[in-house]
C-alpha cells in the first residue's frame, strides 16, 4: 500500500472472500491490527511527518544556498604561495579581538579562505562561535559570520537546521522530530505489506478516477521510497532526546561508541600551560605554537580538511583532527604536546568500531554530507515524496465523506484471532521498542486505547439500532 503516512488502506476495494475449506493464513487476522495503526499513525502523526519533510526539503537545499550567499567570505582568488597559519589567525584577532580562540581550520582548497573560530563573543549564541574568514595568501580578514556544529554551518544553514531539529523551541522542541522519526518506520512498514496483501486489487483501480486514483498513486509513490523512509527513521533517531540517549547507551555496553584522542598530556605539559596562561591572551599561540603543531599533524597524514583546537587547559594537547564528512571519509585525530610539539595520542577512523562507522556514515547521508549534492537532491526527493503521500492520504480521507472519517475500528474480538505464538512475541516486541523509543511506546498505546472506545461505541450503536428495529 504506502509507506508514508496515510489514511487510506482500509478503504481499498475488499478482496474475494476466501473459500471456507481454506484457512485463512497468518495475515488475515493481522491485517485489521496493521490497517487501523495504519490509518491513525497516518492520520495523528501526519502533521508532524510534514513539517519535518518541509524543513528537511530547505535543509537539504540550504548547502547550495549557503555557498551562493557567502561567497565572499568562503572562496578568494588563487594565489601563489599560502601564508603560516600563525599570521592568518593573528590577522583575524587583529580585526576581532574579542573572545579566545577556540579552533582553526585551515583553507581546505586553493580558493578557500581560513576559517578563526572565536568563543565567547558577546552577542553570539553561547552554542556558536564567530567564524572569521582570512585570505590565506593575503591574510586580508574577508567577513564574519556566526557559525554552528562540526559541519560549520553558517547563518542560513544554522536556522533551517535548527527549525528541522526543534522548531526554534529549544530541548522541548526536539521531541517533534523524534516523535516524527519514530513512527515513520512503523507507517512505512505498516504500508508496505497492505500495500503486497492487495497488489492484485490495486492494479485495477490504475486509470480511474477519484479516491482510487489518489490510492494507486499514494501506494505506488509510498513503496519506492519505502527504502529511504526506513533509512530517515533510523538516522534520525541516533540523535534524538530519548531514543538517541538508548541508542548511545548500548552502543557503549557493546563497546561501539565512537572514539576520541585523549587531550591529556605529560612532562612539559607545565611550562607550556604557564606560557599560554601568561602570553597568549586566547590566541591559539600555546607553547611550540600553532605552525608546528600543524606540521606534526600532517608528518602524521592529516591531509586537508583539518581543525585544530588549542589546549583546553594547562594539562591538555593541542588536538588537530579532520573533517571531511564526505565521501571519502576523513575523520583521522592527533593531540599534540604544546610544550614539544611530539604527538601523543592518534585516533584513527580505520580503527573504529564497526557501529561507531555505521553511525558516522548514516548521520552525515541523513544530513546530505556523505555524498555531497547527488546526497542533498536524493534527500529533497524523499522529503517530496513524503509530503506528496500525505497530501494524498488527507486528500482520500477527504473523499470519503463525513460518515466514514473514522474508518471502521477493529472488529470486537480481532485480537482473539491473532494466534498467540504471533501475538505474544508481537506484544514482546512492541514492549522493547517502546522502551527504547518511548515516542512509539507511548503513543501506540494510546492509539489502541482509542481504538477499543471506538469499537465499543460501534459495537453499542450497532446493538441499540438492532433492538430498536
Excluded at 222 to 237: D, E, I, Q
Excluded at 245 to 253: P, V, W
Excluded at 415 to 420: I, N
Aim: proline share 6%.
Amino acid at each position: 500500500m504506502t509507506t508514508a503516512p496515510s489514511t487510506t488502506t482500509d478503504e481499498a476495494p475488499e478482496a474475494a472472500p476466501a473459500p471456507a475449506s481454506k484457512s485463512p493464513g497468518l495475515w488475515a487476522p493481522l491485517r485489521p491490527l496493521v490497517l487501523r495503526l495504519h490509518f491513525y499513525a497516518g492520520v495523528l502523526v501526519a502533521p508532524f511527518l510534514l513539517v519535518a519533510a518541509v524543513t528537511g526539503l530547505l535543509y537539504a537545499g540550504s548547502f547550495q544556498a549557503e555557498k551562493l550567499l557567502y561567497a565572499h567570505e568562503m572562496t578568494v582568488p588563487v594565489g601563489d604561495t599560502e601564508l603560516p597559519i600563525s599570521e592568518q589567525v593573528a590577522a583575524a584577532r587583529k580585526a576581532h579581538p574579542e573572545g579566545t580562540v577556540s579552533a582553526v581550520r585551515p583553507s581546505p582548497q586553493d580558493d578557500g579562505t581560513t576559517r578563526v573560530m572565536l568563543s565567547g563573543v558577546e552577542g553570539v549564541d553561547p552554542e556558536h562561535t564567530l567564524a572569521v574568514f582570512v585570505d590565506p595568501y593575503t591574510a586580508k580578514v574577508r567577513g564574519a559570520l556566526e557559525q554552528y556544529g562540526s559541519t560549520g554551518a553558517l547563518p542560513v544553514r544554522t536556522w533551517i537546521s535548527g527549525l528541522h531539529r526543534n522548531l526554534h523551541l529549544g530541548e522541548t522542541g526536539r521531541l517533534y522530530s523524534e516523535f516524527a522519526a519514530s513512527w515513520l518506520w512503523v507507517i512505512a512498514a505498516g504500508g508496505i505489506a497492505l500495500w503486497f496483501s492487495r497488489r492484485r486489487a490495486l492494479r485495477k483501480v490504475r486509470g480511474t478516477s477519484g479516491r482510487r486514483r489518489t490510492l494507486g498513486l499514494h501506494g505506488t509513490v509510498g513503496v519506492w521510497a519505502a527504502a529511504g523512509f526506513f533509512f530517515l527513521s533510523a538516522t534520525g533517531l541516533t540523535w534524538s532526546t530519548y531514543a538517541g540517549a538508548n541508542i548511545d547507551e548500548l552502543r557503549t555496553s557493546l563497546k561501539q561508541a565512537t572514539p576520541s584522542v585523549s587531550a591529556a598530556v605529560s612532562g612539559g605539559g607545565e611550562h607550556a600551560g604557564h606560557e599560554a596562561a601568561s602570553g597568549s591572551g586566547g590566541d591559539g599561540e600555546h607553547g611550540v605554537g600553532l605552525d608546528k603543531v600543524l606540521a606534526a599533524a600532517r608528518a602524521e597524514g592529516l591531509g586537508d580538511p583539518v581543525e585544530i583546537v588549542p589546549p583546553a587547559d594547562a594539562s591538555s594537547a593541542y588536538i588537530v583532527k579532520q573533517v571531511q564528512r564526505s565521501w571519502p571519509e576523513k575523520q583521522d585525530a592527533v593531540a599534540i604536546d604544546p610544550a614539544t610539539g611530539e604527538v601523543t595520542d592518534t585516533v584513527r577512523f580505520a580503527d573504529y568500531p564497526v557501529l561507531a562507522k555505521l553511525t558516522r556514515w548514516g548521520i552525515d547521508l541523513h544530513t546530505g554530507t556523505l555524498f555531497g549534492l547527488v546526497n542533498q537532491i536524493a534527500l529533497m526527493l524523499l522529503a517530496l515524496s513524503l509530503i506528496l503521500l500525505i497530501v494524498w492520504g488527507y486528500r482520500m480521507w477527504w473523499q470519503r465523506g463525513r460518515g466514514s472519517a473514522f474508518g471502521r475500528p477493529i472488529p470486537r474480538g480481532a485480537w482473539a484471532q491473532v494466534p498467540p505464538y504471533v501475538l505474544v512475541p508481537l506484544m514482546a516486541a512492541v514492549a522493547v521498542l517502546g522502551y527504547f523509543v518511548p515516542l512509539l511506546g507511548i503513543p501506540l498505546a494510546g492509539f489502541l486505547v482509542v481504538d477499543v472506545i471506538l469499537g465499543e461505541l460501534a459495537h453499542r450503536r450497532q446493538t441499540k439500532a438492532t433492538a430498536q428495529a
